[in-house]
C-alpha cells in the first residue's frame, strides 16, 4: 500500500508505524511537529491529529518518533522529549533540558515509564517519566 502523507512543512525526519495497525503512521518533521495519519481510507493519508514537539523548531536538529501497541506515542528532538497518548490526544508527559543532543529513541522492552535514547555524545541514556 502507498499513500501520499500531506501536512509538515519541510522535511519529515523519521517514521514509524502502530505495531498493531498498519493503517497508523506517525512522522516527526523538521516544523518541530508529530503528525499522526490514518491510511485507512484513501491513497492520500489522512491527518489525524497534530502534536507539536518544539515551538520554535530548528532544522538541521535530529527529530526520531516511535509508536507502542497502546498508542503511546515518544518524540525527541535535539533537547526535549515529549510522551502523547494518541486515545486521549493528550500529552502524558515531558522531559526538557536533556544535554548532549538527542539522535534516536525507544521504548524502555519492559519499563513502560522509561525511554531510552541514543545521545551525540555515543552515550544510550535512560529517561523516567515525570508527569508535565
Known amino acids: ?3 501520499k502523507l500531506v501536512g509538515h512543512e519541510g522535511l519529515v ?5 502502530h505495531p498493531n495497525n498498519a493503517n497508523i503512521v506517525v512522522t516527526v518533521g523538521d516544523d518541530g511537529k508529530v503528525k499522526v495519519f490514518d491510511l485507512s481510507s484513501s491513497r492520500t ?3 489525524k491529529t497534530t502534536f507539536v514537539l518544539e515551538s520554535k523548531p530548528n532544522s538541521r536538529a535530529r527529530r526520531s518518533v516511535i509508536m507502542r501497541g497502546d498508542g503511546t506515542i515518544a518524540a525527541a528532538s535535539r533537547t526535549v522529549i515529549k510522551i502523547w497518548d494518541l486515545e486521549t490526544c493528550s500529552l502524558k508527559y515531558s522531559i526538557s533540558g536533556v544535554q548532549d543532543g538527542i539522535t534516536a529513541i525507544t ?5 513502560s515509564d522509561v525511554v531510552l535514547v541514543a545521545m551525540e555524545n555515543g552515550y544510550l541514556q535512560s529517561f523516567r517519566k515525570q508527569i508535565c
Open 1 to 3: 500500500m502507498y499513500a
Open 13 to 17: 525526519k523519521d517514521v514509524a508505524t
Open 45 to 47: 493519508g489522512c491527518c
Open 107 to 111: 521504548f524502555h522492552p519492559t519499563d
